[in-house]
């Protein structure tokens, strides 16, 4: 295994924090020279492509039960995978727009928990 490769593959054992990947992207992007490319909308676009690809793979399934116990092993790997690209980019989109993304979802968890109060039985 590489040296970067075995670096991630180390870092798997423990939680990532959305701000240890928001940095890992700005690296990866530094690196390649790509912060050019990464506008609001050029992000977004991309993430959306990405959406769409999450899509096709639940496109001709009909429901799914929980867990996808029926699902083989690769279509697993792939659905992390497309799952993975739509969260990279969300993170990417919200730190290039200022916006501290676990804050928000934080605030916005406890925005729904007062408008959807739970029923009382």
């Known amino acids: 295994m590489g040296g970067e490769e075995e ?5 798997r054992i423990m939680d990532i924090s959305l701000k240890d990947l928001s940095n ?3 690296e990866f992007a530094k690196a390649r020279d ?4 990464h506008s609001p909308r050029n992000l977004l676009l991309a ?3 990405e959406v769409g690809e999450l899509s096709e793979i639940f496109q001709w399934r009909g429901e799914v039960d929980k867990g996808l116990p029926n699902w083989e092993e690769s279509d697993k790997e792939h659905l992390g ?3 993975s690209d739509v969260l ?4 990417r989109l ?3 727009c200022g916006i501290d993304l676990g804050d928000a979802a934080t605030k916005k968890i406890i925005k729904n928990a007062i408008k959807y109060p739970p029923k009382v039985f």
């Open 7 to 11: 670096k991630i593959a180390e870092e």
């Open 34 to 37: 790509w912060e050019k490319y």
């Open 47 to 49: 993430m959306v492509g």
């Open 24 to 26: 890992k992207l700005e």
């Open 88 to 91: 990279l980019y969300l993170i």
């Open 81 to 83: 995978e497309e799952l």
């Open 94 to 96: 919200a730190d290039i």
